[in-house]
């Protein structure tokens, strides 16, 4: 499961589908790697590539940090 959280409100993308908006909490994936795009409305953009497995993954992203 995937939890986000976000600095200013954002959209969230898994493998390039919309999957909701920051924050998202307990999203059900599939094991294996996956892209996560976390896009927020003032262009900002933060790409992760995370391997999931059967442990949840957690994630802040702070559109503040370069």
Not at 19 to 43: C, H, K, W, Y
Not at 51 to 62: G, Q, S
């Amino acid at each position: 499961k995937l939890t986000i959280t976000a600095s200013t409100p954002a959209e969230v993308l898994v493998d390039g589908t919309l999957v909701g908006g920051t924050p998202l909490t307990d999203f059900a994936m599939q094991v294996g790697t996956r892209e996560i795009v976390v896009r927020n409305a003032s262009g900002g953009e933060r790409r992760s590539t995370v391997t999931v497995t059967v442990d949840p993954i957690t994630m802040h992203v702070d559109f503040a940090q370069p």
